[in-house]
């Protein structure tokens, strides 16, 4: 078994897109404002723009993402993008992190948050010294954006698709030594609650046999209220790294169990943090870390 862990609404909306990958100027499906969800909870006024889930364009689109993304990586844009948004990430947001030191300071890892927001990318990374790798949605790739995305660390996952050229994109990096950030829900929950692993976190946990970082992100489930001026304090808590047993062909069930365990840390991280707070969330890390340094101080027992 491949378990052996070390603790280290109303109506839809349909986009109708073109060949180019554009969306098409007429909706179809239910009535209401083009590519929005009409709000789900009583009394909000929250829309959210419609989910695609299949992306129509040719795997040939995405190539050169892939080859760029296998062959070099983050340049100038991302530490331009870092200039700009951490300001707006650590004032607005008042984003912190807890044990980043979890992180490993070389070498190949696998970064898995869980994901409310967009904006989660960004929270994820912030507060790290070493440049990341964001296996992301295919349809976020359109101009101008694509040009970010490529210079930027980001390499596509085909939407709706069997998708091997993104495995192949995770693995190339992680065998440079890589970090790669990879949701285990594979999409952005818009429940404002967690959502349920999927089985590709787990593949390539299994596949690579590196070191996967569970990750909380607490807040960014109401980062969208910034468009109504709230700002929401976001709180990222990086867990105790796990490994797998390396396995070359692991089964979709295999996969699911290895997704699921990480997840079960996630969800405990993050409820701690909404249960308990920022605050003492910290103090508990700080009290866990001392009490760590204390015991490799103590001589061993015979």
Known sequence: MILAIDQGTTGTTCIVFDERGRPSSTPAGGPGKKGVTQPRDPGSTLRVKEQVYKDPRPAEYFTRFHERARSRGPDWVYDLTRVILT????????ARCIDSDNI?????????PNHFSFLDHFFVAVYLRRKVRFMAKSQ??????????????????RRGHHDEEAFDTAHTVLERGGLVVMYAEAGRSRSRKLGKPR??????????????VPTAIAGS????????????????H????????????PTKEQAQAASEA?????????TALRRDG????IQAARAARRAAEAAGRQPAVR
């Open 199 to 212: 089985h590709g976190l787990g593949r390539l946990a299994l596949e690579s046999g590196v070191p996967v």
């Open 104 to 112: 490993p300071a070389e070498g190949p890892a696998i970064i898995a």
């Open 278 to 281: 920022r605050r003492r969330a």
């Open 140 to 157: 976020l790739f359109k101009r101008p954006m694509q040009f970010i995305y490529r210079h930027g660390g980001v390499f596509p996952i």
């Open 238 to 249: 990086y867990g105790k790294p796990v490994r797998f047993e390396r396995v070359e062909e």
């Open 87 to 94: 300001p707006y990430i650590l004032l607005l947001f008042r």
């Open 221 to 236: 489930e109401a980062a969208r209220d910034w468009k109504r001026l709230r700002f929401p304090k976001v709180t990222i």
């Open 262 to 270: 990480v997840f079960e840390e996630v969800h405990r991280l993050h």
